[in-house]
């Protein structure tokens, strides 16, 4: 099996910074792209930044400037830094990763984690 694991998220006043991590572990051979998504209240979950193994990132227009998304391939982790945030940012926060469980099998299957709150408070 396969488990990430969010962390970092909390209340925090409009302007203010916060850094997520996830942590991937259980049978992992190789993982391709990790994600973030975010949903908020009645709201669709939404892409807010994702990275290739080889460090290529993807941000939606309405993400960028204020996220930065990293990983450590070693530690099998990404990183989200969210910096000026806005009470528009309020969601839950969600990671997601491509996962290649074995070297026998070239399929790659996605995996979520619990999610992490982020309220931002104006």
């Known amino acids: 099996q396969v488990q990430l694991v969010e962390s970092g998220g909390g209340l925090v006043q409009a302007g203010g910074s916060l850094r997520l991590s996830c942590v991937a572990s259980?049978?992992?051979?190789?993982?391709?792209?990790m994600a973030w998504y975010r949903q908020a209240p009645g709201e669709q979950r939404e892409l807010v930044a994702a990275?290739?193994?080889?460090?290529?990132?993807n941000y939606p227009d309405s993400m960028k400037g204020r996220f930065t998304i990293s990983r450590d391939n070693a530690k099998n982790t990404v990183y989200l830094q969210m910096n000026s945030l806005k009470p528009e940012d309020t969601a839950v926060y969600y990671c997601?990763?491509?996962?290649?469980?074995?070297?026998?099998?070239?399929?790659?299957?996605?995996?979520w984690g619990q999610g992490t709150q982020v309220t931002v408070s104006s």
């Open positions: 997601n990763a491509g996962v290649r469980k074995s070297w026998l099998s070239a399929e790659f299957s996605d995996y």
């Open positions: 259980g049978s992992i051979f190789r993982i391709n792209i």
């Open positions: 990275s290739t193994s080889d460090g290529n990132t």
